[in-house]
């Protein structure tokens, strides 16, 4: 999550505290704490500081969409029956501080059934059919008609009811001294499934709000509908009716939705003609106000204009776009690529759904990666807030192209192998009055929490109300709508402490103390619509992904809410860039290898991480990458491979491998790099920005709107003179050797040597063995390192290899064979080289298998 203010970095400003944790939003100071019931005895604490962007007044982005725009034809929801639900979150817990023993040296990861890769009930899923993952021309008939009757497919599915949820006692016995509140917490959640249940049919068709609520269209004419308790009188208005609030007004049934059925004309045409600008007229209790419609699917900024408009789309038949490529199977291991579409072009532009689909996801698929997260897709009238201030939720942003354009990248992914994860934001929503969902009936009620809980005052955005039954209705819908209209095979949701917590994560310090997670500062309602959410995509898409943005560590996170837990797939695992920061600010005798195991091994038993050396933000205009850490401004002037290079640059070379592959080795289940990283993109990103003068008085400089750092130079890594090429290259080989040997999901985990005088790191995942010596000077000859399996060991991955910008001190064809002799308390050992800042990973050759071609 980026934190900007009228487009500037929130980290340039004074704040309270230390800045840290930059693997999103919020922002941490590292302490010694108590992690519970983590891997390993060690943890970190973290005050949480956070920032968000103010809406700007004025909007310089101009809509790139085309002409015409697409919407599906759905038929009207006769059921009506709902009821408001309201349901306290204050609620007591026992205060009881636990502390877990382990093993100091040993990490034994249990993995969860969850994490095999699976394929669900009448899923679509098959493997790519050539070695490329893509397909011949041209789909089976069989896939083809597999994904097209995917939506029938899943409306004849139930989500399993709610069990016991009692097995996370089981998992960990210390929650037992909280299970006042787990229970209760449960009990909210249960009780919402069952309130679903008897009033709306079940969560499948109440996550099908989209075919009641906006626009829907049967064969007779167009309905349109619209909660807003708040309004006292209602219009729908546009071009099709000259924008008069006089010719369609609407009427309020007993729950507060108003409606209005517009008959097709007498030529059998609808009433509302395709790309039709549409808003409703409502007069509210703070005066006359035009909204978009909270449901509406797409929206534009027309050129030279400020506020957006809601566009009606539901083109013909035949300019429809159709999918021909079913979901790829789900991974056992995740490499995740994260993207922001507008940025993705080399050139200094807003790219296209059109120019990624056909040059970025290539790439992707080239480099390694089994997924790519795409950023800034719901519908943002700020684009420098990087897509985290939504407006239009149903909506896919209109600056990068049509609705079609986007089905159409999605479906390439597919037909490459690749899943598509998209960053959904439910956190919160945009402080925009004009465009959003803020003040849409004329209150600061409606879909958020009135008064200053409804308010967040860091992000300067609305909060949602997450125990309403129409907020629940529009959240779960959305989430249905993304996977089920578009095809995205999963999300990862964005500022899931903030949602959890009434304090948000906002200066708190958490240090691992379980009363910290579970007490009268949690927002149980919050948390219950989080276990619903993963109930419903789980239920209904058995291959779903989903990953929670959370800095806090809360227990029983990435637990199936079957279990009692909140049913994460994933939790991003926020600590490590932090940790990195913390490293890179200190020389390198100053490094602990103890610190760096710990941050990247701190993690709960049972829960699966998704890992990141580096975050997004890292790469926002006023903060570093690691690249910038390491080598700053002499990456301008020695990248060339035709000049001699600088120790600095040396430095940074070696070292940027060597944090990338341990942090994939030991940090997680899953790996995340944001796009460009790989290769040390040389620039920051900065978006687009007017000169501001701030209330308080201050005047921040913009850009002049300029769009020459808001891109990615994919150019660097490609170009065979540059050193970037050496960085690039490498990323490609981490990410084969994962997809060959699969050791970040191996169930065999040991580290066997943290040594603070060698400056080594060794350890074993499934039949490879890791050697990390990230000495300065120092080179070891004979150097003996443990392992547990007997036999022959190759070279899978050497960091020092030429092609990856290294000196080549390592031979390719030797072998190590195993002796009897036990080390660092492991039965066998070999002897090895291993010279200064170099990592080098070992594969045991079984029948023998080649070593990874790299």
């Given at each position: 999550?980026?934190?900007?203010?009228?487009?500037?970095?929130?980290?340039?400003?004074?704040?309270v505290g230390r800045l840290g944790c930059r693997g999103s939003r919020f922002l941490a100071h590292r302490k010694n704490g108590q992690f519970p019931f983590c891997l390993k005895n060690q943890s970190h604490s973290w005050k949480i500081l956070a920032g968000k962007p103010l809406e700007s007044g004025s909007q310089s982005s101009t809509a790139t969409a085309s002409e015409k725009v697409l919407v599906p034809g759905t038929e009207i929801d006769d059921s009506s029956l709902r009821e408001e639900l309201q349901i306290s979150d204050d609620v007591g817990s026992l205060v009881v501080e636990n502390e877990i023993k382990t093993e100091e040296e040993e990490i034994l990861i249990g993995l969860s059934s969850s994490s095999e890769a699976t394929e669900g009930e009448d899923s679509a899923s098959v493997q790519p059919l050539d070695g490329d993952g893509e397909t011949e021309e041209g789909a089976s008939d069989a896939s083809f008609e597999t994904i097209s009757n995917e939506s029938a497919i899943i409306k004849e599915r139930v989500v399993p009811p709610s069990a016991i949820g009692q097995?996370?006692?089981?998992?960990?016995?210390?929650?037992?001294?909280?299970?006042?509140?787990?229970?209760?917490?449960y009990g909210q959640y249960k009780r919402m499934r069952e309130a679903i249940d008897k009033y709306e049919g079940g969560l499948e068709k109440f996550s099908r709000g989209y075919e009641k609520f906006g626009f829907t269209r049967s064969e007779t004419g167009i309905t349109y509908r619209e909660w807003a308790p708040g309004a006292k009188w209602a219009a729908l208005i546009g071009d099709f009716n000259n924008w008069n609030p006089n010719a369609d007004t609407m009427t309020r049934d007993e729950f507060a939705v108003w409606e209005v059925f517009l008959p097709n004309n007498a030529d059998g045409s609808p009433a509302i003609p395709h790309g039709s600008k549409v808003k409703i007229r409502m007069e509210t209790p703070s005066g006359i106000k035009d909204s978009i419609p909270a449901w509406i699917k797409f929206s534009v900024q027309a050129p030279g204009e400020i506020p957006y408009n809601g566009i009606y789309y539901d083109p013909p038949e035949e300019e429809k776009y159709v999918f021909k490529y079913p979901r790829p199977n789900k991974p056992k291991s995740l490499r995740i690529y994260e993207s922001h579409v507008g940025m993705s072009s080399p050139e200094p532009i807003i790219n296209t759904y059109a120019s990624f689909r056909d040059d970025v996801l290539p790439r992707i698929k080239k480099l390694g990666y089994n997924a790519v997260q795409i950023m800034a897709i719901q519908e943002h009238s700020y684009y420098a807030s990087f897509g985290y201030h939504v407006t239009n939720f149903f909506a896919p942003s209109s600056r990068f192209g049509t609705p079609d354009e986007l089905k159409s990248l999605i479906d390439k992914a597919h037909k490459l192998g690749l899943l598509v994860l998209m960053d959904i934001v439910h956190s919160h929503a945009s402080n925009n009055?004009?465009?959003?969902?803020?003040?849409?009936?004329g209150t600061d009620a409606c879909y958020f929490h009135s008064g200053a809980r409804g308010y967040h005052w860091v992000w300067d955005s609305r909060l949602f109300n997450y125990g309403h039954w129409e907020v629940l209705r529009f959240l779960l819908s959305?989430?249905?709508?993304?996977?089920?209209?578009?095809?995205?095979?999963?999300?990862?949701?964005?500022?899931?402490?903030?949602?959890?917590?009434?304090h948000h994560g906002l200066q708190v310090a958490f240090t691992g103390n379980y009363n910290e997670y579970f007490g009268v500062a949690t927002d149980v309602d919050a948390v219950a619509y989080l276990m619903l959410a993963n109930d419903l995509i789980h239920g209904l898409f058995p291959n779903a992904i989903t990953i929670g943005e959370d800095v806090s560590g809360m227990p029983t996170f990435c637990i199936p809410t079957q279990d009692g837990g909140v049913g994460f797939d994933y939790r991003l695992h926020m600590a490590v860039a932090d940790e990195w920061?913390?490293?890179?600010?200190k020389r390198d005798e100053h490094w602990k290898m103890g610190d760096i195991v710990h941050a990247l091994t701190n993690r709960r038993w049972l829960e699966k991480c998704v890992v990141y050396a580096e975050s997004h933000d890292q790469a926002l205009v006023g903060d570093k990458t690691i690249a910038f850490w390491l080598m700053d401004k002499e990456m301008y002037d020695y990248m060339t491979l035709d000049r001699p290079s600088t120790p600095i640059i040396d430095r940074g070379i070696a070292l940027h491998k060597m944090i990338r592959l341990v942090t994939m080795g030991l940090g997680g289940e899953g790996y995340l790099n944001f796009m460009g990283n790989e290769f040390g993109h040389s620039e920051w990103i900065d978006f687009p920005r007017d000169d501001q003068l701030l209330p308080d008085g201050r005047f921040i400089h913009g850009n002049g709107n300029s769009y020459d750092k808001c891109r990615r130079r994919f150019d660097l890594g490609d170009a065979d003179y540059l050193r970037y090429r050496g960085l690039q290259e490498f990323d490609i080989a981490m990410q084969h050797l994962e997809e060959k040997y699969g050791f970040m999901t191996s169930e065999h985990q040991y580290i066997s040597?943290?040594?603070e005088g060698d400056k080594l790191i060794v350890f074993e995942r499934g039949e490879l063995v890791f050697v990390f010596n990230f000495h300065w000077t120092n080179s070891y000859s004979d150097y003996r390192v443990g392992c547990l399996n007997p036999g022959k060991y190759k070279v899978g991955l050497d960091t020092d290899d030429p092609l990856f910008g290294g000196f080549g001190r390592i031979s390719h064809t030797a072998e190590y064979f195993t002796s009897e002799w036990s080390h660092d308390d492991r039965p066998r050992s070999f002897l090895i080289y291993a010279p200064s800042r170099t990592a080098v990973v070992y594969a045991l050759q079984r029948n023998e298998v080649e070593a990874v071609d790299i």
């Open positions: 999550m980026v934190y900007t203010m009228y487009g500037v970095r929130l980290p340039t400003v004074p704040l097995r996370i006692y089981e998992i960990d016995p210390f929650l037992n001294s909280h299970r006042d509140h787990l229970d209760y917490r009055t004009l465009d959003g969902l803020n003040m849409f009936d959305n989430a249905r709508w993304w996977l089920d209209e578009y095809k995205f095979d999963g999300f990862r949701f964005d500022g899931v402490t903030s949602m959890m917590y009434t920061v913390e490293i890179l600010k040597r943290k040594h």
